[in-house]
T-cell receptor, first 111, second 118 residues
Framework: DAKTTQPPSMDCAEGRAANLPCNHS???????VYWYRQIHSQGPQYIIH???NNETNEMASLIITEDRKSSTLILPHATLRDTAVYYC????????????FGKGTKLSVKP | EAGVAQSPRYKIIEKRQSVAFWCNPI?????LYWYQQILGQGPKLLIQ????????DSQLPKDRFSAERLKGVDSTLKIQPAKLEDSAVYLC????????????????FGEGSRLTVL
């Protein structure tokens, strides 16, 4: 079973920041938080991952709480193309093991 | 670089018929995964290969599903006979060898093959 809890759906206005929360209260010390998204009719796509420090790349920012029990994915300026299901996954970094997906959060970006 | 290729994109069959899906991973990726995604749910692993060996097939319904990865490159997933509950998207993913590539171990997914069983 997935080790994360996410809200089933969220809305965001185009151009505004989208903040997607994730709870992972049972995360282990060697597990990273990964975020993937799945646009309609496509396979999941990697977004970002982190251990305990905040991370930023060209797609998004990841904020992890100090106790590592929750995190927030931030899309700073959401566009219509960001409408997708976002999955938060905990996984041992570098592991060749599979990703265990939950149901994710369906983000709808509205004009 | 070219992505993960899958075919066919869509397939409609009747129950008890057979079907096969093909996957060509990204060149050089040692690990290959097959996932099943039922409508409204997240993907679920069916089988994982490391080169041409099976790493994990614990969730593969072996009475009807089979998969192979000959020569450690492309792979086929077969369902025979199909049931109504097999209607889903079958996703193939690959990942590079972490030690040699220095990558994060992230998975790269294909667009999937959508199966409808009538």
């Amino acid at each position: 079973d997935a080790k994360t809890t996410q809200p089933p759906s969220m809305d965001c206005a185009e151009g505004r920041a989208a903040n997607l929360p994730c709870n992972h209260s049972t995360i282990s010390g060697n597990e990273y938080v990964y975020w993937y998204r799945q646009i309609h009719s496509q396979g999941p796509q990697y977004i970002i991952h982190g251990l305990k420090n905040n991370e930023t790349n060209e797609m998004a920012s990841l904020i992890i709480t100090e106790d590592r029990k929750s995190s927030t994915l931030i899309l700073p300026h959401a566009t219509l193309r960001d409408t997708a299901v976002y999955y938060c996954i905990v996984r041992v970094r570098g592991s060749q093991g599979n990703l265990i997906f939950g149901k994710g959060t369906k983000l709808s970006v509205k004009p | 670089e070219a992505g993960v290729a899958q075919s066919p994109r869509y397939k409609i069959i009747e129950k008890r018929q057979s079907v096969a899906f093909w996957c060509n991973p990204i060149s050089g990726h040692a690990t290959l995964y097959w996932y099943q995604q039922i409508l409204g749910q997240g993907p679920k692993l069916l089988i994982q290969f490391q080169n041409n060996g099976v790493v994990d097939d614990s969730q593969l319904p072996k009475d009807r599903f089979s998969a192979e990865r000959l020569k450690g490159v492309d792979s086929t997933l077969k369902i025979q006979p199909a049931k109504l509950e097999d209607s889903a998207v079958y996703l193939c993913a690959s990942s590079p060898r972490v030690r040699t590539s220095g990558r994060t171990g992230e998975l790269f997914f294909g667009e999937g093959s959508r199966l409808t069983v009538l």
